[in-house]
């Protein structure tokens, strides 16, 4: 069980460090002065690819929980 914490806890801050943007949007935002834009899509981008991950995850934790009650009873 530490061994799954750990894992998780290691993946969730990996992905804070990841860039995310595809080649079009990296092309035009990488021809700006400043680089906040490209920090703001790359942050909805990780955003948006982040929260269907959780919500997978959640409901599995579910499905797992019920079925470990089922099988001790």
Known sequence: ???KTL???FSFLFLLETNA???MCRAVLESEEG???AEGINDGIVYLMAIPYIL???IAY???KK???L???
């Open 21 to 23: 943007q595809c080649a």
């Open 1 to 3: 069980m530490k061994n």
């Open 35 to 37: 680089q906040t834009a």
């Open 7 to 9: 894992f998780f806890l």
């Open 67 to 69: 079925y470990n009650t």
């Open 56 to 58: 997978v995850g959640g």
């Open 62 to 64: 579910f499905i797992y």
């Open 71 to 73: 099988k001790k009873q």
